[in-house]
């Protein structure tokens, strides 16, 4: 088996960090290794994110992933993560992660997030 990259290595590390409940933004991951961008890590938690809580690094606009909605929606709410319920003209009714509350800064969390 190859290794895997050390820039991958560092990105999944920091998602296996986030506490349950929490999330972090691809830039966040980012800003938090000092390297890289949003793009870089996205790309390797869809090549290499499946080994970690991948539901735990988000976009930035609290919009579920892509394809993984139902997978992620579940984690979420298994984990206590803040959502809003979509309204009524929405599209798709799929939740979005309320990213006021849901947001993890790396600081320990010793305050309630719900």
């Known amino acids: 088996m190859d290794e895997?990259?050390?820039y991958a290595e560092r990105?999944?590390?920091v998602a296996e960090l986030?506490?349950?409940g929490r999330v972090?933004?691809?830039?966040?991951v980012?800003?938090?290794?000092?390297?890289g961008g949003p793009r870089q890590v996205g790309r390797v938690m869809a090549l290499y994110g499946?080994?970690?809580p991948w539901w735990r690094?988000?976009?930035?606009?609290?919009?579920?992933?892509?394809?993984h909605e139902r997978e992620a929606l579940a984690h979420y709410r298994a984990e206590g993560t803040p959502l809003r319920e979509s309204g009524r003209a929405?599209?798709?009714?799929?939740?979005?992660?309320?990213?006021?509350?849901a947001r993890w800064d790396g600081a320990p969390d010793v305050t309630p997030h719900t």
């Open 4 to 6: 895997l990259p050390e």
């Open 11 to 13: 990105v999944l590390a």
């Open 18 to 20: 986030i506490p349950a």
């Open 24 to 28: 972090m933004t691809y830039g966040d």
């Open 30 to 35: 980012a800003e938090w290794l000092d390297e």
């Open 50 to 52: 499946g080994a970690v």
């Open 57 to 67: 690094v988000v976009r930035a606009d609290g919009v579920l992933l892509p394809g």
């Open 90 to 101: 929405a599209d798709v009714r799929m939740p979005r992660l309320v990213m006021t509350r």
